[in-house]
């Protein structure tokens, strides 16, 4: 299919980057570094550059939080606007990112609860993992929670990272003086400062160590923050007159960027940098996910649909819009197309490559699969996008959408992943449907079902086929 786009900006930049065009590293220019910058639980509109693209239909308490270094990177590079993370919750998300697969593929269906079985299991490829056959250096710092803790399952460190600094979930007992951050898989004890900081700061360090031997870096900087127990420096926070500390460690993580993005400058690594901007998933805040209907935990637009922004000076042309839809499962073929190394034989990957995209060279992309996902623990379970069309399945349907009603789905009342949650799993099935078209209708108030049943038809089939191919793919963990 042919997912219709356009640009917002007719960029006079690019023919000035068509000198570059020769430039991939399979043309002969040294290989880019690479960085991943990952929020945990922030919305599309908590960023202030997202906030100005729908500041005419604001609510009576938008968020208040300011991003001028976010938004410098926007205004350095691209800007996606139809942008999809891997699962409206954690470590599904994270999973599909680093592996280029759905989520539901790895059998990551839902966060990871510790002392319990679920996990990004070792025979998956990280994009660590995969860059290293370009002789990259590869760090991670900060949450990582594709690990149970207490179960001995993989490590960043097995899984590709040269060096890691990292807690299993969130920061405890908060973002101000963490306890529990581990580095090289080594617990380090209480830490003082905010943990945005902590990660900017053993980062750099580790950039200092290893940006001189001429080799590639790739790191993950995945920040704890805004995920609760949010704190952040009065001077921020003060700043707001409600929700004072989300919106004031929003604007302390975008501090963080700023320091990470002057590093870059001073050591002249920014311009062969690809630096990426994203979330794992929307945020449970109200109105932090406006325009879009839902939040975490949610298939609709406000639990997936998250900011997206890619600098890269040396190929992607600046100040550029595009609502192009992607996902995180693009991320890895595109770094197998921008770096030149084949992709992993044996593993069906969901993503495609947009390098084409990333560089303002094409405005379509071919996607021959839709972007597909699957929640069980909420309806609706089943998600389908496919160019302008969205089909939503439910096992239930449901009206509110800000009740987080466990016992909607799996009749149980806990957080934890175990036998009745797989049992759930292994049948349930969408047997509801709603249709929107995205295009008209991105606020997904007018369901069109019955006006397109020919699309239902095609989408339904497509859907369930999914469900039972990457349910048997992720296998069983009870």
């Given at each position: 299919m042919i997912c219709m786009n356009r640009f917002s900006l007719c960029f006079a930049a690019i023919s000035a980057l068509s000198g570059c065009s020769g430039t991939d590293t399979t043309l002969g220019r040294k290989a880019p570094n690479v960085i991943l910058i990952l929020a945990d639980d922030l919305g599309y509109n908590d960023v202030s550059v997202y906030r100005n693209l729908n500041s005419g239909k604001q609510s009576e308490k938008p968020p208040t939080s300011q991003t001028p270094n976010i938004d410098r990177l926007a205004g350095e590079g691209m800007l996606f606007t139809?942008?999809?993370?891997?699962?409206?919750?954690?470590?599904?998300?994270?999973?599909?990112?680093?592996?280029?697969?759905?989520?539901?593929?790895?059998?990551?269906?839902?966060?990871?609860?510790?002392?319990?079985?679920?996990?990004?299991?070792?025979?998956?490829?990280?994009?660590?993992?995969?860059?290293?056959?370009?002789?990259?250096?590869?760090?991670?710092?900060?949450?990582?929670?594709?690990?149970?803790?207490?179960?001995?399952?993989?490590?960043?460190?097995?899984?590709?990272?040269?060096?890691?600094?990292?807690?299993?979930?969130?920061?405890?007992?908060?973002?101000?003086?963490?306890?529990?951050?581990?580095?090289?898989?080594?617990?380090?004890?209480?830490?003082?400062?905010?943990?945005?900081?902590?990660?900017?700061?053993?980062?750099?360090?580790?950039?200092?160590?290893?940006?001189t031997n001429g080799s590639p870096f790739y790191i993950n900087i995945w920040f704890n923050e805004p995920h609760v127990k949010v704190a952040a420096p009065e001077n921020l926070s003060n700043r707001h007159s409600y929700k004072k500390d989300y919106y004031g460690c929003i604007e302390n993580m975008d501090k963080a960027i700023g320091q990470l993005l002057e590093f870059l400058n001073k050591y002249n690594l920014d311009k062969n940098t690809i630096v990426i901007f994203t979330s794992d998933n929307g945020s449970r805040q109200d109105h932090s996910n406006d325009p879009f209907r839902g939040a975490k935990h949610f298939n609709y637009e406000g639990g997936i649909r998250v900011p997206f922004i890619v600098r890269w000076p040396l190929a992607v042309p600046s100040g550029?819009?595009?609502?192009?839809?992607?996902?995180?499962?693009?991320?890895?073929?595109?770094?197998?197309?921008?770096?030149?190394?084949?992709?992993?034989?044996?593993?069906?990957?969901?993503?495609?490559?947009?390098?084409?995209?990333?560089?303002?060279?094409?405005?379509?992309?071919?996607?021959?699969?839709?972007?597909?996902?699957?929640r069980y623990f909420h309806d609706p379970v089943c998600m389908i996008r496919d160019g302008e069309w969205c089909l939503l399945g439910y096992k239930n349907f449901i009206s509110d959408t800000t009740t987080l009603n466990f016992n909607r789905l799996a009749n149980v009342n806990t957080w934890n992943f175990d036998s009745i949650h797989m049992e759930y799993i292994k049948n349930v099935k969408p047997g509801i449907f709603e249709l929107y078209n995205l295009k008209t209708d991105k606020e997904q108030k007018h369901n069109v079902l019955n006006e397109h049943p020919e699309i239902v038809v095609s989408l339904k089939k497509t859907m369930l086929e999914y469900c039972n191919e990457m349910i048997t793919e992720g296998g069983f963990w009870y």
């Open positions: 139809d942008f999809y993370s891997g699962a409206a919750v954690c470590s599904p998300s994270r999973a599909a990112l680093l592996t280029g697969r759905n989520s539901t593929r790895t059998g990551i269906y839902n966060w990871i609860p510790e002392n319990q079985p679920m996990h990004l299991r070792s025979d998956e490829i990280t994009l660590a993992e995969f860059l290293k056959a370009k002789n990259y250096r590869t760090a991670h710092f900060g949450k990582w929670h594709l690990t149970a803790q207490g179960m001995n399952q993989p490590l960043p460190n097995d899984q590709g990272y040269d060096y890691s600094f990292f807690t299993f979930n969130n920061a405890d007992p908060s973002h101000l003086n963490p306890i529990n951050y581990f580095r090289n898989s080594e617990p380090v004890g209480l830490l003082e400062g905010y943990a945005c900081d902590l990660v900017i700061e053993e980062a750099t360090d580790w950039l200092k160590s290893n940006s550029a819009q595009c609502d192009i839809p992607c996902s995180f499962t693009d991320i890895f073929p595109t770094m197998a197309q921008i770096t030149g190394i084949p992709l992993p034989e044996g593993k069906k990957m969901d993503g495609i490559d947009i390098s084409g995209v990333f560089k303002g060279e094409v405005n379509s992309v071919e996607r021959k699969e839709p972007i597909f996902f699957f």
